[in-house]
């Protein structure tokens, strides 16, 4: 099964272009990681994740139908060539939806993600892609079919379809209909996310690769389906009952168990720097005074912090500079 089987069993008939308005996707910091792949042509994961939306930090996307054999692709404003990776990833995405008639599109892509803070951007960006494909090819894909959409350009995506908190099921069928992502009820007003930059320049091994290494080299990696499962469960449990240590220690607890897994490959893996060490200590140190603050970091060395809105100014001032989203709140 590859990537265009599935979007023909979504999609199974011509379509035609027309222009739309925008569409906005967030980006999501995961509280249990999605690392490692069941299925690479489809990002069918090993284990299933749990992420939050950050509210207004994304992506938006535009698409128009153009004249010519090309796609024309922006980036905040900016003409990327065609073999950059960014328009070559968008364009071979459109391509899924050419199979049965031709047309080019213009592409114009936004992320207000704060590049200082290096987050990815591929999760909003393919999320977003997907609403905009919908939208300007009138798909009428409803929203899990969409996150599966999403999914074929970046597993992460599936969760940046939806709001709030959002549980990415692994499923179970070859043709990964059933692994998408599902909005979570619950709000959490108070809940706040940091985002602390340590190193915003590109990172020598990308998640797609880090997270193939690992399976294959790193025995470790056999001990993490079982902690991601064991985390996801605490986490909804956290949520359910707005235990705020029990959902900082559920998610700090299995970033550390997902980075363990990635010093344990061959080469090994130390998406660490110095100053995200310094800044782990000051969060534990932090804690030890009492004050209720985690962290999660992702394929990089930049740290995440999880606080309530209490502890804002505090942090603040322990960490000038960083910026904070309030994912729940207008
Ligand atoms: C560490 O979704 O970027 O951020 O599916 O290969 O595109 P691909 O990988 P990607 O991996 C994200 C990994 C992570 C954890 C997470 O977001 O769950």
């Known amino acids: 099964m590859n990537k265009l089987d599935v979007i023909n069993l979504l999609v199974p008939h011509p379509v035609q272009p027309r222009a739309v308005e925008e569409q906005f996707a967030p980006s999501n910091i995961a509280l249990c990681k999605y690392w490692g792949k069941r299925d690479r042509e489809l990002n069918l994961p090993v284990n299933a994740s749990l992420s939050v939306s950050l509210k207004s930090l994304g992506s938006r996307t535009r698409l128009s139908p153009i004249d010519g054999l090309a796609d024309e692709v922006w980036l905040n404003g900016e003409r990327q060539r065609p073999e950059t990776m960014f328009a070559s990833r968008v364009s071979a995405f459109i391509d899924l939806f050419r199979q049965h008639s031709s047309f080019s599109l213009k592409v114009e892509t936004h992320n207000n993600i704060p590049t200082a803070a290096g987050l990815a951007s591929s999760a909003s960006g393919f999320a977003a892609l997907a609403l905009a494909l919908n939208e300007c090819l009138d798909l009428q ?190």
Not at 264 to 278: C, F, G, H, M, R
């Open 141 to 330: 894909l409803n929203p899990q079919q969409l996150s599966v959409v999403a999914r074929l350009g970046s597993g992460s995506a599936c969760r940046s379809v939806f709001d709030g908190f959002v549980e990415w099921r692994m499923g179970q069928r070859e043709d990964g209909m059933d692994s998408h992502g599902i909005p979570l009820d619950q709000q959490w007003p108070d809940l706040c996310i940091g985002l602390i930059k340590v190193d915003a320049s590109t990172k020598a091994v990308d998640s797609r690769a880090g997270m193939q290494r690992t399976l294959e080299t790193a025995h470790l990696y056999q001990s993490w389906p079982l902690q991601a499962a064991t985390d996801l469960s605490r986490l909804q449990q956290a949520i359910e009952t707005q235990d705020f240590a029990l959902l900082g220690e559920c998610a700090e607890q299995n970033a550390l168990s997902m980075h363990a897994t990635m010093i344990a490959s061959w080469p090994p893996l130390l998406y660490w720097q110095p100053d995200s060490i310094t800044a782990m200590r000051q969060v534990w140190q932090l804690r030890q005074e009492g004050l209720p603050v985690y962290f999660t970091m992702d394929a990089g060395p930049n740290l995440k912090l999880l606080f309530e809105a209490s502890a804002r100014e505090v942090l603040l001032e322990q960490f000038p500079g960083m910026e904070i989203v309030q994912p729940f709140c207008a």
